[in-house]
């Protein structure tokens, strides 16, 4: 079993910055892809960024120049720098590690006020 944890949410103003983090635990082994998602009201769950085994990084074109994912392979989390915050960035927000099955979290939400 592999758990995740997020953490970071909240609600901040037009223009403003939040860091999302996530642990993972439990059975983790080796350096997984893990990767941040976002589903709004009434709407899928799309891609916000994902950084690799290898570390590379992949952004959705909404976020890019905005969001930074990093991670910290010795503690088995990943982080989302988010700065310029948009109203249209409101939504919750999945973690994901990609091991054998893809594991998620259970979000956390992230509001961004007008």
């Known amino acids: 079993q592999v758990q995740l944890v997020e953490s970071g949410g909240g609600l901040v103003q037009t223009g403003g910055s939040l860091r999302l983090s996530c642990a993972a635990s439990?059975?983790?082994?080796?350096?997984?892809?893990m990767g941040w998602y976002r589903q709004a009201p009434g709407k899928q769950r799309d891609l916000v960024a994902v950084?690799?085994?290898?570390?590379?990084?992949i952004y959705a074109d909404s976020v890019k120049g905005r969001f930074t994912i990093s991670r910290d392979n010795a503690k088995n989390t990943v982080y989302l720098q988010m700065n310029s915050l948009k109203p249209e960035d409101t939504a919750v927000y999945y973690c994901?590690?990609?091991?054998?099955?893809?594991?998620w979290g259970r979000g956390t939400q992230v509001t961004v006020s007008s």
């Open positions: 994901n590690i990609r091991m054998k099955y893809d594991y």
């Open positions: 950084v690799t085994s290898g570390g590379s990084t």
């Open positions: 439990g059975s983790v082994f080796g350096i997984n892809p």
